[in-house]
């Protein structure tokens, strides 16, 4: 397996108290596999990717237990330095808000060139000419002349494209996309996708998607880890999700989804709010919002019950839900 997450961990020490924003993941992914990771805001999606990544802020931010496997090596083992080399060569992340993750005072081919210079030793002009063949690569239209502008003179989702060819500058074997279509319109959104998964095929690369939106992984996904406060939910092939949901929580993000066969009808939304993660419930971290919580749920913490072979399911009553 390309990457694999164990058993993770990560906290916040703040003056109000600890955080346990992730809760004992455990999600992989191979070399041409896209993952999707679902959830709401503060399920942590992104601290999980950031930790992967090597880019948490330690502290407050701090890694209490766990491994990360890449290519057979555990990341949280190897010295900054070396982290660093992986780091972009082997491994990019797509950050969600590509205006504030360029820099607004270079061009945007400088900041694309940067990686061949600094990783590959390149001349500038030979870096600036790999520039301008990654935005060809992602489709910005004339590449050549556009390469000298900066990045506010771009629409977001041309944006969006250049921190696709950031990410993919040096050929890493993963990806991760942190919301990668936010704020950008449907027809975009849809174009973006499109280009991750055309690029994902010509690079046979591992590909993790981080969203909130089960519509947009439909097409491109090929397993789904939806994440509850800290911790993986329910785990399954994008396929057996969509037909039937094993875990409330799931179902209630798929019903949330805008239908075109219910026009004129009130959009379903999950009732409560998730937990403060210094405070998370006990038993089950979703019952004060489950429509099917009983008094086992407030009390026992269930395990990631085995569905199938490929799927599990962090329910007491994931039966009753799958059948439901």
């Given at each position: 397996?390309?990457?694999?997450?164990?058993?993770?961990?990560?906290?916040?020490?703040?003056?109000?108290?600890?955080?346990?924003?992730?809760?004992?993941?455990?999600?992989?992914?191979?070399?041409?596999?896209?993952?999707?990771?679902?959830?709401?805001?503060?399920?942590?999606?992104?601290?999980?990717?950031?930790?992967?990544?090597?880019?948490?802020?330690?502290?407050?931010?701090?890694?209490?237990?766990?491994?990360?496997?890449?290519?057979?090596?555990?990341?949280?083992?190897?010295?900054?330095?070396?982290?660093?080399?992986?780091?972009?060569?082997?491994?990019?992340?797509?950050?969600?808000?590509?205006?504030?993750?360029?820099?607004?005072?270079?061009?945007?081919?400088?900041?694309?060139?940067?990686?061949?210079?600094?990783?590959?030793?390149?001349?500038?002009?030979?870096?600036?000419?790999?520039?301008?063949?990654?935005?060809?690569?992602?489709?910005?239209?004339?590449?050549?002349?556009?390469?000298?502008?900066?990045?506010?003179?771009?629409?977001?989702?041309?944006?969006?494209?250049?921190?696709?060819?950031?990410?993919?500058?040096?050929?890493?074997?993963?990806?991760?996309?942190?919301?990668?279509?936010?704020?950008?319109?449907?027809?975009?959104?849809?174009?973006?996708?499109?280009?991750?998964?055309?690029?994902?095929r010509e690079y046979n690369m591992g590909l993790i998607l981080i969203t909130h939106d089960l519509g947009v992984v439909a097409d491109v996904a090929d397993r789904i880890a939806v994440m509850y406060a800290g911790r993986i939910v329910e785990s399954a092939p994008v396929h057996d999700i969509y037909k039937a949901p094993a875990h409330p929580y799931?179902?209630?993000?798929?019903?949330?989804?805008?239908?075109?066969?219910?026009?004129?009808?009130?959009?379903?939304?999950?009732?409560?709010?998730?937990?403060?993660?210094?405070?998370?419930?006990?038993?089950?971290?979703?019952?004060?919002?489950?429509?099917?919580?009983?008094?086992?749920?407030?009390?026992?913490?269930?395990?990631?019950?085995?569905?199938?072979?490929?799927?599990?399911?962090?329910?007491?009553?994931?039966?009753?839900?799958?059948?439901?």
């Open positions: 397996m390309l990457l694999e997450v164990r058993d993770l961990h990560v906290e916040f020490r703040t003056r109000d108290g600890v955080a346990k924003a992730v809760n004992g993941v455990d999600y992989g992914v191979d070399a041409g596999e896209t993952l999707a990771v679902l959830g709401e805001s503060g399920s942590g999606k992104s601290v999980t990717a950031q930790a992967i990544m090597g880019i948490l802020d330690m502290p407050p931010g701090k890694i209490t237990q766990g491994e990360i496997l890449f290519q057979g090596k555990d990341l949280l083992k190897l010295k900054e330095e070396e982290r660093r080399k992986v780091r972009g060569a082997e491994m990019a992340m797509i950050f969600q808000d590509a205006l504030s993750s360029l820099n607004p005072v270079l061009s945007v081919g400088d900041q694309l060139g940067e990686m061949f210079v600094v990783h590959r030793g390149m001349s500038k002009k030979d870096a600036r000419a790999k520039a301008v063949e990654l935005m060809d690569r992602v489709r910005i239209p004339a590449a050549k002349e556009r390469v000298k502008q900066y990045p506010h003179q771009f629409s977001g989702g041309m944006r969006q494209r250049i921190m696709i060819a950031m990410a993919l500058a040096l050929e890493p074997a993963l990806i991760i996309a942190d919301e990668p279509t936010t704020a950008l319109d449907v027809t975009v959104q849809a174009q973006v996708m499109d280009l991750l998964a055309d690029l994902q799931t179902r209630g993000l798929l019903d949330s989804i805008p239908r075109l066969d219910q026009k004129g009808q009130e959009l379903y939304a999950i009732k409560g709010l998730p937990p403060n993660l210094m405070h998370i419930p006990p038993g089950c971290a979703f019952h004060p919002r489950c429509p099917m919580a009983q008094d086992v749920c407030r009390t026992d913490e269930p395990p990631l019950y085995e569905v199938s072979e490929e799927r599990g399911s962090a329910c007491h009553f994931w039966r009753e839900c799958l059948h439901g």
